[in-house]
């Protein structure tokens, strides 16, 4: 069964610039979830979707970020225009179940991440 | 006050001991706690989830989780080099903030021949 996959892997682009990472979560997870880890700092919950809907979207830095999954299935963040302190690793990561749940053996699913230099 | 806490390390372990890995975490509220495992460059994957104090064991991990005192550990036996990587501890919070998990900086471990 394939895994949680990320694309790109890697993306150099100019400041200003737009960039846009896909995430295929395993088939059949409804929940969707975008993390990403800047330099130095923990990995930061950016949002969450139950099928195509935001269920949170409390982690996102600014208006500069759009996530969307239509149809439910796979998602994009675009970053538009990109910031130097945007760089980081994106990871995109999929359940079954909702974590809200609290259900013991509920876990996601981490993809390899994105990883975003902004020059 | 982070919500995760962890000691950045690196902790350096002799092969064949136990290394014990510590985390706090300043939501009382929280629900799941979890230990990551992240290779460099690699994404995080998950080695533990505890849900209820006391201890979980599996394999030559074992999960320890106090909800008293904010605090859960993961004690490895017979470390082996291959256990060297970057342990994230990781908690969801209670309702409208468990639909996400916190995580804490890591605790880099290395395991010396």
């Known amino acids: 069964e394939a895994g949680v996959t990320q694309f790109p892997s890697h993306s150099v682009i100019e400041k200003g610039q737009t960039v846009t990472l896909r995430c295929d979560p395993i088939s059949g997870h409804d929940n969707l979830y975008w993390y990403r880890r800047v330099m130095g700092k923990e990995i930061k919950f950016l949002l969450h979707f139950v099928k195509e809907s935001k269920q949170d979207e409390s982690g996102m830095p600014n208006n500069r970020f759009l996530a969307e999954r239509t149809g439910g299935t796979y998602s994009t963040l675009k970053v538009q225009p990109a910031e130097l302190e945007d760089s980081g690793v994106y990871f995109c990561?999929?359940?079954?179940?909702?974590?809200?749940?609290?259900?013991?053996?509920?876990?996601?699913?981490f993809g390899e991440g994105s990883w975003l230099t902004v020059v | 006050q982070k919500e995760v806490e962890q000691n950045s390390g690196p902790l350096s372990v002799p092969e064949g001991a136990i290394a014990s890995l510590n985390c706090t975490y300043s939501?009382?509220?929280?629900?799941?706690f979890f230990w990551y495992r992240q290779y460099s460059g690699k994404s995080p994957e998950l080695i533990m989830s505890?849900?209820?104090?006391g201890d979980k064991e599996d394999g030559r991990f074992t999960a320890q989780l106090n909800k008293a005192s904010q605090y859960v550990s993961l004690l490895i036996r017979d470390s082996q080099p291959s256990d060297s990587a970057t342990y994230l501890c990781?908690?969801?919070?209670?309702?409208?903030?468990?639909?996400?998990?916190?995580f804490g900086s890591g605790t880099r471990l290395s395991i010396r021949p």
């Open positions: 990781a908690v969801t919070g209670r309702y409208s903030s468990a639909s996400k998990i916190i």
């Open positions: 939501d009382r509220g929280s629900q799941s």
């Open positions: 505890i849900y209820s104090n």
């Open positions: 990561a999929s359940s079954q179940v909702s974590l809200a749940t609290g259900e013991p053996g509920n876990t996601i699913y």
